[in-house]
């Protein structure tokens, strides 16, 4: 705790008196975000550090594995975060982070690691598709860390299908007003992969935005 309190200290003392000018402006206006940004809780995993965004750029959902409860399935924090961001907030960007080495899909593939964690099984059985998929398709991948990969991955796409079941994120995207990015941010090298619709597979962020570039369109975010 002491090293909490005295990075509070070290925060008010030189960053917040060098951007004095910024939290003012902050307080003085509405937030006006640019994206919704969903990913894990796993501390190792800074997402304003990962996007080079400042306060009030980026709004943030985290919790464990990245994953957003069909609409109605269950009536917690993730529905109304999503809800107010869009509706209220209006962001016209989403993008649902997995990362490497996740412990929540961990889990996933072996129930026995949450044997004694009631309120973790219960929560995963919202990542139940993303099971499935790698059980009945994956048969041929039997190395664990490949397995894992995969699951990190197949759970991006699962949770953004569930994304599309809630209705203020369903109406933007009818109207064009939303755009919806899954991506895997491997943090012992720093890279960040999206999802690419055309080839239905994961490439790297940097290789999908020269690829756009040469198409002549503009990189997403």
Known sequence: MQSLVAGIHQFQRSVFSEHRRLFEQLAEGQQKPQALFITCSDSRINPNLLTQTDPGEIFILRNAGN?????????????????????VLGVREIVVCGHSHCGAMAGLLNP????????????LSFAETTRRIIAENYTHMTDPQARLTATIEENVLVQLEHLRTHPSVAAALSRGALTLHGWVYKFETGQVFAYDVESGQFVSLAEQAEGKRGRGELPSI
């Not at 994953?67 to 509706?87: D, K, L, N, Q």
């Open 67 to 87: 994953i957003i409860p069909p609409y109605g399935a269950i009536s917690g924090g993730e529905a109304g975060t999503i809800e107010y961001a869009v509706s």
């Open 112 to 123: 026995a690691a949450i044997e004694n964690l009631p309120a973790v099984r219960s929560w």
